[in-house]
């Protein structure tokens, strides 16, 4: 049996992808709540946005 060998840089990449994505989701409602004046769901998405930001910027340290 052969086995797939993940790297450390491998495992740390995909979920910087996936927060990345999320990252532009999350702006990307933040906008459409402030466009609507919905100010509870943009001060809610900015906590998401610094925590999601965060995150990257954690993986991407480990990466370094």
């Known amino acids: ?3 797939c060998q993940v790297t450390g840089v491998q ?10 994505s999320l990252l532009a989701r999350v ?6 709540a402030e466009k ?12 998401l946005i ?3 930001s ?4 954690m993986l991407g340290q480990a990466l370094a």
């Open 11 to 20: 495992t740390c990449a995909l979920p910087i992808s996936d927060y990345e």
């Open 1 to 3: 049996t052969r086995f």
């Open 27 to 32: 702006k990307d409602v933040k906008a459409a």
């Open 36 to 47: 609507e004046g919905v100010d509870l769901i943009s001060a809610a998405m900015d906590e």
């Open 54 to 57: 965060k995150n990257i910027w």
């Open 50 to 52: 610094a925590q999601l």
